[in-house]
């Protein structure tokens, strides 16, 4: 709908059948002024609530008003959200008739006035899932014109030399008609209650309005006509992919293709022809046979210059409820305006956004001819990928990260991902997606960056920061399905009530018609579809070679089969959980597609499934000569949570070998976005039993979380951190965004899971807090021998048992017993002392790695006494990294990196150590050094090292280095 500004991201217990219904309703008055006190009746056995999931008879009214124009939506109803309405809108049930009213004056209610005419629609308080009614729409006033013939904004379709039949009438006393095309007066009637026109041999598209004038009011009713432009067939020229085609010799050029099946013409409208084509803007069809590519190349265009275009894409014998005409933009947008969300964007976020153009009502695509490529570093053009075992990633939501909810925000706060020793940053969904303030699953150009956060430039700036120290960015994708603005929706789709939205038709080449899995949002892919494959990679292809993105977290896995429709056998929730071969299949395709672009690409996958189905994507080409395998998220959240409540739990599931995976491919977590926060659980439901040690207290809580992170960070494998465990983020999930707590997840009224959050860490400082900053600096030193240290590369040993007490055995078999080959941790989240376990693995030397300490084993089997919240993590041998802060010195730069011969440190030295991948160390420079010193690394073998720097004042830095 396009009065919706949808927030829906995926959330597995929402729904997205058909579900409109046509409501039988009455006005009364029939007719009213702006100020008259209206009543809406709906007849209750019109509407079947319970194919809504509503309880108590709550239906809603959802509201939207017009202009006295009839062009600009206007007022601010007390609609409430979408998925939230507000009860001020809510129907009074009348069980004696089996009616709902709703009474109200539409000058308060829309909170507007000078109103032409009210739409409104009946919904559930939720009305995810479609579950509303067809939009109705009367007029406001006692003067009221109805346009018989054709429909008030339709599109009908003629053969040149057609006449087409105009009929209106009006109520209150005679007015004055005046009948224009394509802005030019064709017919008036000054004084008539009922108007009729033939306007005959047609023979070029034509916008009509006809003016209907009474005292000092005036109405207009717009409807057009569009030619079948009877189609040329010329072969497409060869190279030319879906979409715009920029012509690299001639930035006067570009040539559009749309692939569009069972479509008998397209033109194109934009603003290089005032948004009102000829047939010189009729698309060619490819001759080619069996082809349905339209293409036309465009000429005359400015480089530089941005425009904009929609397609007007015509069916002549459409299937019932399908529109014969639909405008809409290109499928392959890279940039899209959009009447609903660009007004609400920050200027000081998007400067010098492109003007959505006057007159259009849904998005349109940019062109722009002669674009400069982004200037690229050569961090980012020779950037190598962290080890998917060493990756330490940090989802991040946008919107969520920072007040001001931009990528200069991010980009502002660089040091924070440095200091905390992150190699990876996963943003959440960025396509652009319905509404601003959402999660960004409900993508609707998938191709297309949404303008929310800023413009191109402004998230390439923050990736090529990110490449420049060391930190990879990877994209969460929603490619399981769109939502309704999606143009592959709209050109097939069921659009009963003619607003130009709907459902996908039976002849969709994209979609189905009904989702064939059980966790369906928004519209379902259709991925066996040779078409929709195509798509999905083209999105692939785009985020990797124009954003120069290092990985996909591909959401929702488990809904990329067409094997379990609503009526599978053992029910579709079963068949969606068991093993699908067909999504095995198409899912190893996708990543070897992103795998033939750049050899080194993470795929991740939302599976979250059976670890049969899994183990043959984690095991999937691992030993290619550049090892692959897809990494999957391991949702450990219940698990971690028990233990930092104070309660028993195993996490024996937090290993790759655990779920039968050959290699360290299982991304674990203890949190990520979509679970509820361990600290507010902490603070709900933590053991009170102990006084001296109350988990419900907020620095109690915190002391437990940087044993949580080291029996869960250091385990080996890639791990993942959500946005502000680090520093002991105990909101709720279900945060409203005025700091309330509204968890009604269970009930059809919603809940404040997507609300935006406030944002206390910045407000507050909590990295001056020394209870929080404490878990920072903790995690950071753990990921920083994780990703520094080759044990934990090695394979890790957690009992099956449920226990409060941890144990961790850690060993890197391909290292000597001179290295850092093996490790123990262990940790107390009993809310008492313990004497706890350990089990070393042999006698001798060891040291505590989080400070150095050595500590002598004499019995491998001896306890340990551990505080409540307290751990240690133990090594054969000291890490070569020992010191706690590394990145102290600041503005430190190498080049050239990668290097043959020599490399140069923008610094004086006393000191610079050459460390292997392993942590071995290769090379020794201890004289000091001059500043633009060359440090001489011809004898090395071709690599990453890592190169640890000391300064007079005995400062240590610690950077990566690529030795061809």
Not at 411 to 434: G, S
Request: glycine share 6%.
């Amino acid at each position: 709908m396009k009065k919706l500004i949808l927030l829906i991201p995926f959330v597995i217990s929402l729904l997205c059948t058909a579900q409109q219904q046509t409501a039988t309703y009455l006005i009364s008055p029939t007719s009213f002024e702006e100020t008259t006190s209206i009543t809406i009746t709906i007849n209750g056995s019109s509407i079947n609530e319970s194919t809504w999931g509503v309880n108590g008879n709550a239906l809603y009214l959802w509201a939207w008003a017009f202009d006295l124009d009839d062009t600009t939506q206007k007022g601010t109803p007390l609609n409430g959200s979408w998925t939230t309405s507000d009860e001020a809108s809510r129907f009074t049930y009348n069980s004696g008739n089996d009616t709902y009213t709703k009474t109200f004056v539409p000058s308060t209610y829309y909170n507007t006035t000078n109103i032409g005419k009210i739409g409104f629609l009946i919904k559930a308080k939720d009305g995810t899932g479609d579950k509303k009614s067809q939009d109705i729409l009367a007029e406001v006033g006692a003067f009221q014109v109805n346009l018989t013939s054709p429909a008030e904004n339709s599109a009908t379709i003629l053969t040149s030399g057609s006449n087409l039949s105009i009929a209106a009438t009006n109520t209150n006393g005679v007015a004055s008609y005046n009948l224009k095309s394509n802005g030019t007066s064709i017919n008036t009637n000054p004084s008539t209650s009922s108007f009729s026109f033939t306007h005959t041999n047609i023979i070029s598209n034509q916008n009509y309005e006809l003016e209907v004038t009474q005292g000092a009011t005036t109405v207009t009713k717009k409807f057009t006509v569009v030619i079948n432009p009877n189609t040329i067939s010329e072969t497409i020229p060869a190279g030319l992919v879906d979409g715009i085609n920029y012509n690299p010799n001639d930035a006067t050029k570009a040539t559009l293709v749309l692939d569009a099946p069972l479509k008998d013409f397209v033109y194109i409208a934009g603003s290089f022809n005032n948004w009102q084509p000829d047939n010189s803007y009729a698309m060619k069809k490819d001759a080619t046979s069996g082809s349905t590519k339209f293409w036309l190349e465009l000429t005359g265009l400015t480089s530089g210059k941005s425009e904009s275009y929609l397609y007007w894409v015509g069916e002549m014998t459409p299937i019932a409820n399908s529109p014969a005409l639909v405008k809409t933009a290109d499928p392959y947008s890279t940039l899209v305006l959009s009447p609903y969300d660009d007004q609400y964007i920050p200027t000081t976020t998007y400067p010098n956004m492109p003007v959505y153009p006057a007159g259009q009502d849904k998005e349109v695509t940019v062109l722009q001819t002669g674009q400069t490529p982004y200037a690229w570093s050569a961090a980012s053009t020779n950037f190598v990928k962290p080890e998917k075992d060493k990756l330490v990633v940090y989802e991040v939501l946008v919107r969520d990260f920072d007040a001001n909810k931009n990528y200069q925000s991010i980009i502002d706060r660089i040091d924070y991902f440095k200091n905390l020793k992150i190699n990876a940053i996963e943003l959440m969904p960025v396509m652009e997606f319905e509404g601003n303030e959402s999660w960004g699953y409900n993508t609707s150009f998938h191709m297309a960056l949404d303008k929310f956060y800023g413009p191109s430039t402004k998230l390439k700036e923050l990736i090529d920061l990110c490449h420049q120290n060391g930190i990879a960015v990877i994209l969460d994708v929603a490619l399981n399905h769109a939502f309704g603005r999606n143009p592959m929706i709209r050109m097939w789709m069921n659009d009963p009530d003619g607003d130009g939205y709907g459902n996908p038709t039976a002849e969709n080449p994209y979609f189905n018609t009904a989702a064939m899995h059980s966790y369906s949002v928004g519209e379902d892919l259709n991925h066996q579809q040779p078409r929709t494959q195509n798509y999905v990679k083209r999105v692939v292809k785009q985020w990797i070679e124009e954003y120069k993105i290092d990985g996909f977290r591909w959401d929702l896995t488990k809904g990329f089969t067409q094997n379990c429709p609503s009526n599978a056998a053992g029910g579709q929730d079963a068949c969606t959980g068991n093993y699908q071969q067909d999504r095995v299949d198409v899912l190893k395709a996708y990543a070897d597609y992103s795998w033939s672009l750049d050899a080194t690409h993470y795929a991740i996958f939302e599976h979250l499934g059976g670890n049969t189905e899994e183990q043959q994507w984690a095991n999937y080409r691992i030993n290619d000569p550049i090892s692959k395998g897809v990494m999957m998220w391991g949702n450990m959240n219940s698990n971690y949570n028990e233990l930092s409540m104070g309660y028993t739990a195993n996490i024996s599931g937090m290993t790759s070998q655990s779920r039968g995976f050959t290699a360290n491919r299982l991304m674990g977590y203890a949190e990520s976005h979509d679970e509820e926060r361990l600290m507010y659980k902490n603070s709900q439901f933590g053991n009170a039993t102990n006084v001296a040690h109350n988990v419900k207290t907020l620095n109690v809580a915190l002391s437990r979380m940087s044993a949580i992170g080291a029996v869960s960070l250091l385990v080996p494998g890639p791990k993942m951190i959500w946005h502000f465990g680090e520093l002991g983020w105990n909101s709720s999930i279900y945060t409203c965004t005025d700091g309330s707590v509204n968890d009604n997840s269970a009930t059809i009224a919603g809940d404040c899971k997507l609300s935006t959050k406030p944002q206390p860490q910045w407000a507050n400082n909590w990295l001056a807090d020394n209870n929080r900053n404490k878990i920072y600096y903790d995690w950071a030193r753990m990921i920083g021998l994780k990703t520094t240290e080759a044990v934990f590369s090695g394979v890790a040993t957690i009992p099956n048992t449920s226990s409060l007490t941890p144990n961790i055995k850690i060993t890197n078999s391909t290292l000597t017993s001179t290295d850092l080959k093996d490790v123990l941790i262990i940790a107390n989240l009993d809310v008492t002392a313990k004497n706890v376990a350990t089990g070393f693995q042999y006698t001798g030397s060891w040291y505590n790695l989080m400070d150095n300490t050595p500590y002598t084993v004499t019995d491998v089997n001896a306890t340990i006494s551990l505080q409540p919240g307290e751990f240690r993590v133990y090594g054969n041998k000291a890490t070569t990294l020992a010191t706690t802060d590394f990145d102290v010195l600041n503005d430190i730069y190498i080049y050239p990196n990668p290097a043959s011969n020599y490399f140069i440190l923008n610094t004086t030295t006393t000191k610079v150590q050459i460390y292997a991948i392993s942590g071995q160390l290769v090379k020794t420079f201890d004289k000091s050094q001059v500043k633009e010193y060359q440090y001489n690394v011809s004898n090395l073998e071709s690599g990453m090292y890592f190169v640890k720097i000391y300064n007079d004042e005995n400062k240590v830095k610690v950077m990566k280095f690529i030795k061809q």
